[in-house]
């Protein structure tokens, strides 16, 4: 079931405060968007700064690259990237 699906700004804190929303009602979180490596792809980064669980963030194949899976309170997070 679909819970909500929401854009969120090039902007760390309230990508981290979004997903910990998120994960408090959620059995899984997907974002499209934000897993690579550039300056404005926060994805990563909210991840560290909520002290979730890196499972990884990278696989080797193409495309897909920088695909992100973490663990936050129990709620799987998996990043993908691309434009959302």
Known sequence: MLV????VGDDL???AKR??????????????????????DHLA????LLG???????VA???????LLAEFRGTPLIGLPGNA
């Open 13 to 15: 804190r309230d990508l």
């Open 61 to 67: 194949i193409k495309p897909g690259k920088p695909v």
């Open 4 to 7: 909500e699906t929401t854009r």
């Open 19 to 40: 997903i910990a929303w998120a994960s408090e009602s959620a059995d899984l979180v997907m974002t499209a968007g934000g897993a690579s490596v550039g300056g404005a």
């Open 52 to 58: 979730a669980l890196m499972i990884f963030h990278g």
């Open 45 to 48: 980064s909210a991840v560290k």
